[in-house]
Each structure stands twice: as C-alpha cells, then as structure tokens.
C-alpha cells in the first residue's frame, strides 16, 4: 500500500465495511491458539451466544462461515434448495439483484416482484406471486432488510404477514446485513426463518465473518435437500467440535474481535445503539434537506419513513462527477464515502452511518461532504450542516 500520511483519521463512511472500535482491534492483536485450546471453544460460544441474542431468537442455531456476506447468501442458497427449485426475491435494488443472480448463476429459478426506484418492496406483489404459486414451487422468500444501495428499509414484518396471507409454506429468509445493531429486528417476532449477517457492517468487524441464524423448519428443509454440497452444509457444521463447526480451521482473530464488539453492543444496550443509529440519520437526513433547497441533490428514497438509518442515498443531477466527489471529500476532507451502485453508478452518492459512529463524527463527515459539494461548484441550499446540528442539539 503507498503510504500517504493522513493527518489525524480519515472518517469511514461506507456503508461496510465500518470504522473497527480500538478496542476490538485491540482484542484481535494476539497470537493465534492450538485448537485444542479451551479458549477456542470458549470464543466460539461467545460469539454463538451473542448473535443469537442479537437477532432475538431462543431456538435458532448460529452458522458462522470464514466468508464475506456474499458467503453467508451462497450457504443460504445451496443449504435451503436445490437446482432447479424456485426461490421468490422481492426487488429491493442492488442487493436484491445481486442475490437473485447468485442464485441463478448455482442452477435456481428465481422470481422477482418489479423495482420501482427508491421506493420498498411491493408487498402486493410479493404476496400475488405466492398466491400464484399454487403448487408451491416457491422454496423460500430472500428479503432484504435494508438495501443497501438504495438505502431504502422494508418491513419484513409486512413480508410475514404476505406470506401468511398467501398460505404459502415458503421458507422466510432475511438479509439483515446492513441493519444488524442498527436498526430493530427480532427474529422470533417477526417469524423470521433464516437471517443472515456478515461482520464488517453494524458489527464493527473486518470483513471475514457471514453468518446465518437458522431455525428448526429451516434447518429440518436443509437435512432432507439432497443437493450435493460440503463447504456451506449446515449439517456437517452442527457439531461441537471447532474444528467441525467452520469445516476447518476457525478464523480465530475475527472472532476474538467480534466478542469484543458483541461486549461494545451489549455493554451501551441494544436499545441504546437503535437509538443512536436513529439520531444519527437524522442528522443526516436533516443535512440533505438542507442541501436539496440548491436543486443539485437529493434523496433517492421517496418516502421519509423508508429511509434508512444504516445509510443515506444522496442521487445527484447529471453532469456532477461522482467519483470527483468523493475523490474531493476523500482527499481534501478526508471524508470516505460510497458511490452508487447497479442502476445508480454515477448517478448517486452514499453516507454510510452504522457502526461505530458519534455526533462529533457524523457532524465531522455531513461538513466535509458538503465542503467538497461547495468545492465542486455544485448548488448546495442553506445550511445542511447547520441542520444537522440542530437535529442533533434538539
Ligand atoms: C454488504 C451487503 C451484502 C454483501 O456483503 P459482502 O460482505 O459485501 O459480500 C449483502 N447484503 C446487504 C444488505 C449488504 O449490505
């Protein structure tokens, strides 16, 4: 890596991966462990424990793999069907996009409800497709909690209740990868049968950690799916033995580090960390409205209460180079931020806001994004940066 100094930090705001607390960079700084260690085991349920407490589950069973969350999607799709079997992925944006092709590209058959931009997904067609179905070929719903490239929420409450109205038997999985210690989801309540997480977004880890937290009737659909697999199988993974649980050698380091962030979320209180994501994307929101009176920006997120507290989807007129801003807040602000992606590369700008975040940060970031705005020439209204302020004082 060329090595330019930054003078003091360079604020992350992507929205994954996340700034790391110190003191969970701190927990991974030692020296990797025999395997008969008692510390491993120990680690292991740790983090087996506090990620069922995060997600508000009893039951479920927690799958760890060494893998980024595009992993933790491929458990779900070869745990949970088979080639040829039809899965329904209700159009969100990016993401949803992405994991229907994953799925597609391992041999399923994917149906989608239609995407209309910056607005969740369409629950009446969710529902209308499994009514459809009459013959069930319908394995499992894949929704997407907040997608992350729109930075639109849906209400996987809604998707329950579609589902129930239907009479579909289909499994319910969730991607709450960007919503995880950020934004509430109880996975019991909401009759959640899969959710899956990965590490490097509101769990203030480096990326290398998915994981998919699997109830009973999920678990029972994957031991009779009959398609070949190993590396992903669930089954082999319930065991005791580490060594069994990871098929292989556990990424000891990761796992020291996300007990460690599990401690940070416990020890402030989960409710406390919603709060604090809530307040935060205020201020963020408040910085975008102030910055739209130029005309230039806007939010891609038509309806204020979809929009999410995990990330905020700034869309600009044409002609604003968006590399050049970030480049702009990168360098001479030393703000990161994230582009558009899929349909809105060049057309959007992201603030990611989850994680390990703090007024003094967010107000730091939302001046440093309107400081390289200004520095571009692009119409920026009045005072988004005293807005957030305000947000943040009242
Ligand atoms: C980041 C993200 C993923 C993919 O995770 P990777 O670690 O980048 O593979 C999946 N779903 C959502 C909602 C995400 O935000």
């Given at each position: 890596m060329?090595?330019?100094?930054?003078?003091?930090?360079?604020?992350?705001?992507?929205?994954?991966?996340?700034p790391?607390?110190?003191a969970?960079?701190?927990?991974?700084?030692?020296?990797?462990?025999?395997?008969?260690?008692?510390?491993?085991?120990?680690?292991?349920?740790a983090?087996?424990?506090?990620?069922?407490?995060?997600?508000?589950?009893?039951?479920?069973?927690i799958?760890?793999h060494a893998?980024n969350?595009?992993?933790?999607?491929?458990?779900?799709?070869e745990n949970?069907t088979?080639?040829?079997?039809?899965?329904?992925?209700?159009?969100?944006?990016?993401?949803?996009?992405?994991?229907?092709?994953?799925?597609?590209?391992?041999?399923?058959?994917v149906?989608?409800t239609?995407?209309?931009?910056?607005?969740?997904?369409?629950m009446?067609?969710l529902?209308?497709?499994?009514?459809?179905?009459?013959?069930?070929?319908?394995?499992?719903?894949?929704?997407?909690?907040?997608?992350?490239?729109?930075?639109?929420?849906n209400?996987?409450?809604?998707?329950?209740?579609?589902?129930?109205?239907?009479?579909?038997p289909?499994?319910?999985?969730?991607?709450?990868?960007?919503?995880?210690?950020?934004?509430?989801?109880?996975?019991?309540?909401?009759?959640?049968d899969?959710?899956?997480?990965?590490?490097?977004?509101?769990?203030?880890?480096?990326?290398?950690?998915?994981f998919?937290?699997?109830?009973a009737?999920?678990?029972?659909?994957?031991?009779?799916?009959?398609s070949?697999r190993?590396?992903?199988?669930?089954?082999?993974?319930?065991?005791?033995?580490?060594y069994?649980?990871?098929?292989?050698?556990?990424?000891?380091?990761?796992?020291?580090?996300?007990?460690?962030?599990?401690?940070?979320?416990f020890?402030?209180?989960?409710?406390a960390?919603?709060?604090?994501?809530?307040?935060?994307?205020?201020?963020?929101?408040?910085?975008?409205?102030?910055?739209?009176?130029?005309?230039?920006?806007?939010?891609?997120?038509?309806?204020?209460?979809?929009?999410?507290?995990?990330?905020?989807?700034?869309k600009?007129e044409p002609?604003?180079?968006?590399?050049a801003?970030?480049?702009?807040?990168r360098?001479r602000?030393?703000?990161?931020?994230?582009?558009?992606?899929?349909?809105?590369?060049?057309?959007?700008?992201?603030i990611?806001?989850?994680?390990?975040?703090?007024?003094?940060?967010?107000l730091?970031?939302?001046?440093?994004?309107?400081?390289?705005?200004?520095?571009?020439?692009?119409p920026?209204g009045?005072?988004?940066?005293?807005r957030a302020?305000?947000?943040?004082?009242?």
């Open positions: 060329t090595s330019i100094r930054i003078p003091g930090r360079r604020f992350l705001h992507s929205p994954g991966p996340t790391i607390p110190d969970v960079l701190h927990a991974m700084s030692v020296q990797p462990m025999d395997l008969g260690d008692p510390r491993v085991d120990a680690n292991i349920a983090c087996e424990q506090g990620l069922k407490r995060l997600v508000h589950t009893r039951s479920a069973d799958f760890m893998a969350g595009h992993g933790a999607w491929e458990a779900v799709i949970l088979a080639p040829g079997e039809t899965v329904l992925v209700p159009a969100t944006g990016h993401f949803s996009e992405s994991w229907a092709v994953q799925t597609e590209a391992l041999g399923r058959t149906v989608r239609p995407w209309r931009e910056g607005w969740p997904m369409d009446a067609a529902e209308q497709a499994l009514r459809e179905d009459k013959a069930h070929a319908i394995k499992a719903v894949f929704a997407i909690h907040t997608d992350t490239a729109s930075g639109v929420t209400d996987l409450a809604a998707v329950h209740r579609a589902i129930d109205a239907a009479r579909h289909a499994l319910f999985v969730a991607d709450v990868v960007s919503t995880l210690a950020a934004i509430p989801f109880s996975m019991d309540e909401v009759g959640v899969v959710a899956v997480g990965a590490s490097q977004k509101g769990l203030m880890c480096p990326t290398g950690l998915g998919a937290a699997v109830n009737r999920a678990f029972a659909v994957a031991e009779g799916n009959r070949p190993f590396y992903w199988d669930w089954v082999r993974r319930k065991n005791d033995q580490s069994r649980k990871f098929c292989g050698t556990p990424p000891q380091n990761l796992l020291l580090g996300l007990e460690a962030a599990l401690g940070l979320i020890s402030e209180g989960l409710e960390v919603w709060r604090r994501h809530a307040q935060i994307a205020h201020a963020v929101q408040a910085a975008v409205e102030g910055w739209r009176e130029g005309g230039a920006v806007d939010f891609f997120a038509q309806d204020p209460a979809t929009r999410s507290h995990s990330v905020t989807t700034v600009v002609g604003i180079d968006i590399e801003l970030r480049n702009m807040a360098d602000f030393q703000v990161a931020l994230a582009g558009g992606l899929g349909p809105q590369t060049g057309r959007a700008f992201r990611g806001h989850l994680g390990d975040c703090n007024p003094a940060m967010i730091g970031a939302i001046a440093g994004v309107e400081g390289a705005l200004i520095a571009l020439g692009v920026v009045d005072g988004g940066t005293r302020v305000q947000s943040l004082a009242g």
